[in-house]
């Protein structure tokens, strides 16, 4: 296989690897739209206001430094 024939080939390799990139993305927007992750994600997304409640629930007793950490 010499450089002309790779050269021949290169359009082909090309096609192949932009229609293999596509599949992917078209089976990663499946998965992330999929009816069976939505609560999944749901809770993901919503998860940062749960962590607000139990730390602001947490810290009532402590106090602490201007560096966030526990003063004993």
Do not use: C, H
Not at 16 to 25: D, E, K, P, S
Not at 30 to 37: H, L
Not at 43 to 67: M, Y
Request: hydrophobic share 45%; no cysteine.
């Amino acid at each position: 296989m010499d450089f002309s024939t790779l050269e021949a080939l290169k359009p082909t390799l090309i096609s192949y690897q932009t229609l293999l990139l596509f599949v992917m993305f078209i089976g990663l927007v499946a998965w992330a739209y999929s009816t069976r992750r939505k609560s999944k994600f749901d809770a993901i997304a919503n998860s940062i206001f749960d962590d607000e409640d139990k730390a602001s629930g947490a810290s009532l007793g402590t106090e602490q430094d201007r560096a966030g950490a526990n003063k004993e």
